[in-house]
């Protein structure tokens, strides 16, 4: 691929028994300092607060993307079901208290994240909730990477994926917690995208449709195509999103798909 861009995400996974979610603190090895690796190609897995949490190899093109996060759903729907439980598609919800006795569901991440545009640290989430979500993080791999073509690259993320996907994902909650507009950690390898909620890890086609616009999104900035689309639409696409607006979401998108085909035919 243009770039060696390369494509990997951690996303966490609830499990729930026939009327709630529960705790899967316990059922499997691993922690987020000590990811348990079930393959010798990168697949490992870990809990993270009271959900399954797992990583796949970086992908270079969609076809591995979904087979690589299937894979492991695969691997962790037999060990769900193996105790009577099943993966949820729940990206947040107020869990019984019952299940939050652990001093590991009290854990709220385990370093903080930063916003892009306030060039801070986001604020850490309120512990004294039984709101418990699960995120479908992005991590992005190009070459020689460097803090500017990050930043940017979260931005128009922003703008080519998380936008749209006010009008895909259909959970209200999540960021009470987390996954504001341009949430981001800076990597060794370029940036991971924080957005995102998990709900495009249980379709096929939204993996793929994922995978094809954070490459569309990298892409215009490794190709120095993206100036327009910030200067014109970052300030009301932070809007829509944080604010979960998906009116204003959809009057963004259509112009941004006229300005998508002036600017690139």
Not at 222 to 240: F, G, I, P, R
Request: charged residues 25%.
């Amino acid at each position: 691929m243009k770039h060696n861009i390369k494509l990997g995400t951690d996303p966490e996974i609830f499990i729930e028994n026939e009327t709630e979610i529960v705790s899967a603190v316990g059922l499997i090895p691993g922690t987020k300092s000590e990811p348990h690796p079930i393959s010798d190609k990168g697949h490992c897995i870990q809990t993270d607060n009271i959900a399954f949490e797992f990583n796949i190899p970086a992908c270079d093109n969609a076809d591995d993307y979904v087979e690589n996060i299937n894979y492991v759903k695969e691997y962790l729907d037999v060990i769900a079901k193996a105790h009577g439980f099943k993966l949820s598609t729940k990206a947040s919800d107020e869990i019984n208290p019952i299940h939050l006795q652990s001093e590991q569901a009290q854990v709220f991440g385990c370093e903080p994240d930063f916003n892009v545009y306030l060039e801070d640290m986001n604020p850490s989430p309120n512990s004294n909730t039984n709101l418990r979500c699960v995120g479908g993080h992005v991590h992005i791999g190009y070459d020689n990477p460097n803090q500017s073509q990050s930043v940017n690259i979260v931005k128009m993320f922003d703008i080519f994926v998380t936008l749209p996907s006010l009008l895909i994902d259909n959970d209200e909650r999540r960021r009470e917690l987390y996954g504001k507009a341009g949430s981001f950690r800076f990597k060794d390898f370029g940036v991971e995208c924080r957005q995102l909620s998990n709900f495009w890890i249980h379709d096929d086609t939204l993996i793929r449709w994922v995978f094809n616009q954070t490459i569309k999104a990298v892409s215009c900035v490794l190709e120095n195509k993206h100036t327009y689309y910030l200067d014109k639409y970052s300030t009301q696409v932070v809007q829509a999103i944080d604010n979960n607006d998906k009116k204003l979401a959809k009057l963004l998108l259509t112009q941004i798909k006229k300005d998508n085909y002036i600017l690139t035919n």
